[in-house]
């Protein structure tokens, strides 16, 4: 009797989505108040302007990141229905050629015609819709796209990103915000990204450096133009 082994493995894969959308959010927050805050800091802004600048940029990255991921994510529920709807209907309407483009997909994958007509008429068997849904439009039945629930993740990541460069402003003097937000920043933003690159299973120096390049450089740029503008008005 031919043994059966259950496949127990744990891969990167399993949660690259989650985290994406941790980092990408949390990251989004840290990188965009703390430039606004700089921006603002470096036209010469009283702290009290500063204050509400932080609060309102986290406050509308917040919002905007929740509904940009709604949209984003509704979008591919609707379009995820409309497979599975037209799929459905092509099992009923038309079962054999069904069954004939199913085990075609396998023999695409190499897998010999006699076998992969074989497994393609048991798993239709079983459940057409879901095997036609996986092996043809690359779909998990029942794993869909979850608008809301994204988009509170959205938003909850980044409220956590933005919060630090939002906090360090109550607490650093005026004359040493500058410094604080962005050394501050910086730190957090390395340690994301150590973090995410860890979790991720890639390269954590790789991780480091490239979410500190880019946030050091949108920091830079923003206070550049802050400065700028204040000198001009």
Do not use: C
Not at 60 to 88: F, H, K, N, P, W
């Amino acid at each position: 009797m031919r043994r059966v082994v259950v496949h127990r493995e744990h891969h990167v894969a399993d949660r690259i989505g989650w985290l994406r959308a941790a980092v990408l959010g949390a990251n989004d927050g840290i990188v965009s108040t703390a430039s606004l805050i700089l921006g603002v800091a470096a036209a010469g802004a009283p702290s009290g302007a500063i204050v509400v600048a932080g609060i309102a940029g986290l406050v509308a990255g917040a919002m905007s990141m929740a509904a940009g991921e709604y949209v984003s994510v509704s979008a591919q529920a609707d379009t995820e229905t409309a497979e599975l709807d037209r799929e459905r209907h092509e099992l009923v309407e038309d079962p054999v050629g069904e069954l004939a483009e199913l085990a075609g997909i396998y023999v695409e994958r190499g897998v010999d015609p006699d076998t992969a007509a074989t497994v393609a008429a048991q798993l239709m068997a079983k459940d057409a819709l879901r095997a036609h849904a996986r092996d043809e439009l690359a779909i998990t039945v029942g794993a869909g796209a979850r608008p809301v629930q994204a988009a509170l993740a959205s938003a909850a990541s980044f409220i956590v990103g933005a919060a630090m460069p939002v906090l360090i402003v109550f607490v650093a003097s005026r004359s040493s915000l500058i410094v604080a937000v962005a050394g501050g920043s910086l730190v957090v933003l390395a340690l994301l990204g150590g973090i995410g690159a860890k979790t991720g299973g890639a390269n954590i120096w790789r991780g480091v450096v490239r979410v500190t390049f880019w946030g050091a450089f949108a920091m830079a740029a923003t206070a550049a133009i802050g400065r700028l503008v204040g000198t001009a008005v």
